[in-house]
């Protein structure tokens, strides 16, 4: 699947379509944690995407590490008072953290006695009670843990209680509190802490945390370290994406360390692409398990939640992992892009910072973006049992709607362009809690091939579940658009290999076939689309087979394109399901052999146990403006699990 450059619904009761099963709540299903075993193959590879998708839900986090985005609650909200000079730092540090990859350090001098200080984490983002905070309804115990720089520190911890002396002049604050540790004296060392919670009135909560101190007690100042602040509040039934990456560097063995671009790592760390989690949603469909398309449910929860936000029926290539979207500073709920990074300064990250802090590239709106996310709802509806009123089927039908109107000025006059490409506008201060303004998607005129066969199987599928005859001739007419592009890609790549070509190319008000870059998935995901031209286009997979191999230790799997030099896993399990569909089963199998030994390879201990990672050994050069790294990835272990499975998320079938 493409990358980007640079690099919320309670489950109802509800039908199965292969038996009279009735899923009620995700939690319920679930239990207790999910323990991490040493499962080997496709069930080891479901236990890996079950664990992530509850990274975030399993509690309700306020810090673990710098933009892992799974916050529910900012340290925004400083108060300094007795003194005209403010002087709290609050940043992260990589020196010895409790857990994971950064602490917050927290650096304050009095300037007297008087000088008191509040830190407190605020929902939403620098409210003071302008708004309600979050109904934490349910939760027992907030944790952290604390150390200090000397073992002199003298802090206080406390829960709740906010805007009880702050602002009265704001109408909301919090309904319990505070609740607090009373001041106390840090250990140089990691201790865990915790505030009891039962028996409080939980229902608003906009301050969940906060550290406080004043001169009288730290006369000379002080330094101390903060992290893995949690409330045990479970979100296990709420709309979620799953980060795409699982970049846990005690986790990663030393080669994956040396590939691992540092400037790139930023942008991998909290982005949930959405390619990657409709991977997830047919993986999940595959094992025949309720409780599994339970958790498909979620995912395509939260794709209709952001199609409906989005306003015109589209969604963008990539959001931030934690809440879907939440409310902002302004009180508006609006989604959430990766790498806006909770930073820790002092009333940071500001409001008028975001454009920066966002990943604008995640903004963009590919044809395949809406393709995949269409190809999800729908096979959640038909494992849903096909209901003709489904929120599944209507937003698949708002995203062809979207491709129909947005992408259909193409250059040959037949099949669909690449989409809209984000373009961020110089920031302007009056336009501070309005990002609609901030930027503009630009279409493109540019076509590829596997956007197109992707589309085709949208446009098919739609037009299979239309009752309406006019619609339903629609449909028919887009998926004939998009089948003649693909056929046009084949025909120019008969000539090199009989193979199909990337798309097309569009400068100046010219195009001509995309000769130079040849990557694997037009052939893979052509063949994959139309299942009743796999014999005649199965020389596609030996073009495939022999030019896109790449021989390793674990035996031979292929690559991003002709352009790699190692084992591309995403990939490698889209060939073996495209040999699926032209009945090779035995060259499959050795694929998935390969894949299997990659998993066995590549295990390291904690929670990345059952993951396939998205290169092997080291990056996967594309020929494109993006590598591919030797870190846990949800669309390479979904892929897998897929092909080993015989299902086809193209066509929400089994392979024959």
């Given at each position: 699947?493409?990358?980007?450059?640079?690099?919320?619904?309670?489950?109802?009761?509800?039908?199965?379509?292969?038996?009279?099963?009735?899923?009620?709540?995700?939690?319920?299903?679930?239990?207790?944690?999910?323990?991490?075993?040493?499962?080997?193959?496709?069930?080891?590879?479901?236990?890996?995407?079950?664990?992530?998708?509850?990274?975030?839900?399993?509690?309700?986090?306020?810090?673990?590490?710098?933009?892992?985005?799974?916050?529910?609650?900012?340290?925004?909200?400083?108060?300094?008072?007795?003194?005209?000079?403010?002087?709290?730092?609050?940043?992260?540090?990589?020196?010895?953290?409790?857990?994971?990859?950064?602490?917050?350090?927290?650096?304050?001098?009095?300037?007297?006695?008087?000088?008191?200080?509040?830190?407190?984490?605020?929902?939403?983002?620098?409210?003071?009670?302008?708004?309600?905070?979050?109904?934490?309804?349910?939760?027992?115990?907030?944790?952290?843990?604390?150390?200090?720089?000397?073992?002199?520190?003298?802090?206080?911890?406390?829960?709740?209680?906010?805007?009880?002396?702050?602002?009265?002049?704001?109408?909301?604050?919090?309904?319990?509190?505070?609740?607090?540790?009373?001041?106390?004296?840090?250990?140089?060392?990691?201790?865990?802490?915790?505030?009891?919670?039962?028996?409080?009135?939980?229902?608003?909560?906009?301050?969940?945390?906060?550290?406080?101190?004043?001169?009288?007690?730290?006369?000379?100042?002080?330094?101390?370290?903060?992290?893995?602040?949690?409330?045990?509040?479970?979100?296990?039934?709420?709309?979620?994406?799953?980060?795409?990456?699982?970049?846990?560097?005690?986790?990663?063995?030393?080669?994956?360390?040396?590939?691992?671009?540092?400037?790139?790592?930023?942008?991998?760390?909290?982005?949930?692409?959405?390619?990657?989690?409709?991977?997830?949603?047919?993986?999940?469909?595959?094992?025949?398990?309720?409780?599994?398309?339970?958790?498909?449910?979620?995912?395509?929860?939260?794709?209709?939640?952001?199609?409906?936000?989005?306003?015109?029926?589209?969604?963008?290539?990539?959001?931030?992992?934690?809440?879907?979207?939440?409310?902002?500073?302004?009180?508006?709920?609006?989604?959430?892009?990766?790498?806006?990074?909770?930073?820790?300064?002092?009333?940071?990250?500001?409001?008028?910072?975001?454009?920066?802090?966002?990943?604008?590239?995640?903004?963009?709106?590919?044809?395949?973006?809406?393709?995949?996310?269409?190809?999800?709802?729908l096979n959640i509806w038909q494992a849903?049992?096909?209901?003709?009123?489904?929120?599944?089927?209507?937003?698949?039908?708002?995203?062809?709607?979207?491709?129909?109107?947005?992408?259909?000025?193409?250059?040959?006059?037949?099949?669909?362009?690449?989409?809209?490409?984000?373009?961020?506008?110089?920031?302007?201060?009056?336009?501070?809690?309005?990002?609609?303004?901030?930027?503009?998607?630009?279409?493109?005129?540019?076509?590829?091939?596997?956007?197109?066969?992707?589309?085709?199987?949208?446009?098919?599928?739609?037009?299979m579940a239309e009752k309406d005859v006019?619609?339903?001739?629609?449909?028919?007419?887009?998926?004939?658009?998009?089948?003649?592009?693909?056929?046009?890609?084949?025909?120019?790549?008969?000539?090199?290999?009989?193979?199909?070509?990337?798309?097309?190319?569009?400068?100046?008000?010219?195009?001509?076939?995309?000769?130079?870059?040849?990557?694997?998935?037009?052939?893979?995901?052509?063949?994959?689309?139309?299942?009743?031209?796999?014999?005649?286009?199965?020389?596609?997979?030996?073009?495939?087979?022999?030019?896109c191999g790449a021989d390793e230790d674990?035996?031979?799997?292929?690559?991003?394109?002709?352009?790699?030099?190692?084992?591309?896993?995403?990939?490698?399990?889209?060939?073996?399901?495209?040999?699926?569909?032209?009945?090779?089963?035995?060259?499959?199998?050795?694929?998935?052999?390969?894949?299997?030994?990659?998993?066995?390879?590549?295990?390291?201990?904690?929670?990345?146990?059952?993951?396939?990672?998205?290169?092997?050994?080291?990056?996967?050069?594309?020929?494109?403006?993006?590598?591919?790294?030797?870190?846990?990835?949800?669309?390479?272990?979904?892929?897998?699990?897929?092909?080993?499975?015989?299902?086809?998320?193209?066509?929400?079938?089994?392979?024959?």
């Amino acid at each position: 699947m493409e990358r980007f450059n640079s690099t919320v619904v309670r489950l109802s009761h509800s039908i199965i379509a292969c038996g009279a099963v009735v899923i009620t709540s995700l939690a319920i299903l679930l239990g207790s944690t999910i323990v991490v075993s040493a499962a080997p193959g496709a069930e080891g590879a479901l236990e890996y995407l079950r664990r992530e998708m509850d990274v975030f839900s399993s509690r309700m986090i306020l810090y673990d590490d710098e933009a892992s985005g799974g916050e529910r609650y900012y340290p925004s909200g400083a108060l300094e008072l007795g003194t005209e000079t403010p002087t709290l730092v609050v940043e992260h540090s990589t020196v010895n953290p409790a857990r994971g990859r950064t602490c917050l350090k927290v650096v304050w001098k009095p300037t007297g006695e008087d000088h008191t200080v509040q830190l407190y984490w605020q929902f939403p983002e620098h409210n003071w009670g302008k708004f309600p905070g979050r109904d934490l309804t349910g939760a027992d115990t907030l944790s952290f843990r604390a150390r200090g720089e000397t073992g002199e520190e003298l802090a206080e911890f406390v829960f709740g209680g906010f805007n009880k002396e702050q602002r009265p002049d704001m109408p909301f604050r919090d309904s319990c509190g505070p609740v607090t540790t009373k001041p106390m004296q840090l250990s140089r060392d990691w201790a865990e802490y915790s505030i009891d919670l039962r028996g409080q009135d939980l229902s608003n909560i906009i301050g969940a945390f906060c550290w406080t101190t004043s001169g009288r007690f730290n006369p000379k100042g002080c330094t101390f370290y903060l992290d893995e602040i949690a409330i045990d509040k479970k979100l296990l039934d709420e709309p979620r994406l799953v980060r795409s990456f699982r970049i846990e560097r005690s986790e990663l063995s030393p080669i994956a360390l040396a590939a691992l671009d540092p400037a790139v790592e930023p942008f991998l760390l909290n982005a949930c692409h959405v390619s990657d989690n409709a991977a997830m949603v047919g993986a999940l469909c595959s094992s025949g398990s309720q409780t599994d398309v339970a958790r498909a449910r979620l995912i395509c929860d939260a794709f209709v939640q952001l199609i409906k936000t989005a306003g015109d029926g589209h969604i963008a290539d990539a959001y931030c992992c934690g809440a879907v979207q939440d409310k902002d500073w302004t009180g508006v709920v609006r989604p959430r892009f990766p790498y806006r990074a909770n930073r820790g300064e002092k009333g940071m990250p500001n409001p008028h910072d975001a454009p920066r802090l966002e990943d604008g590239s995640a903004k963009g709106a590919m044809a395949s973006t809406q393709a995949w996310a269409g190809l999800a709802l729908l096979n959640i509806w038909q494992a849903l049992g096909s209901p003709d009123d489904s929120q599944y089927l209507a937003s698949a039908k708002s995203l062809g709607r979207w491709v129909s109107a947005n992408c259909s000025e193409a250059p040959l006059g037949f099949g669909f362009t690449g989409g809209g490409l984000w373009e961020a506008k110089p920031f302007d201060p009056k336009d501070a809690g309005k990002p609609e303004k901030w930027g503009v998607l630009v279409p493109v005129k540019w076509q590829v091939t596997q956007h197109n066969a992707l589309l085709y199987s949208l446009f098919l599928r739609l037009a299979m579940a239309e009752k309406d005859v006019d619609a339903k001739a629609t449909w028919i007419r887009l998926a004939d658009s998009a089948s003649r592009f693909v056929d046009w890609a084949f025909e120019q790549g008969k000539t090199d290999g009989g193979r199909f070509v990337a798309g097309s190319s569009f400068f100046e008000g010219k195009f001509w076939p995309n000769m130079l870059q040849r990557p694997l998935d037009a052939n893979t995901l052509s063949v994959l689309a139309f299942p009743s031209k796999a014999d005649p286009w199965s020389g596609a997979l030996d073009w495939v087979m022999e030019k896109c191999g790449a021989d390793e230790d674990v035996g031979r799997g292929y690559g991003y394109s002709t352009a790699s030099q190692d084992i591309w896993p995403e990939g490698s399990g889209q060939v073996a399901a495209a040999l699926l569909s032209c009945g090779k089963s035995k060259q499959s199998a050795l694929i998935i052999d390969v894949l299997e030994t990659i998993q066995n390879r590549t295990q390291a201990a904690g929670d990345s146990k059952g993951s396939i990672p998205a290169a092997y050994p080291k990056e996967v050069l594309t020929d494109f403006d993006w590598k591919y790294y030797p870190v846990p990835h949800i669309a390479a272990t979904s892929w897998y699990i897929m092909a080993k499975n015989r299902y086809n998320p193209l066509t929400g079938r089994r392979l024959q």
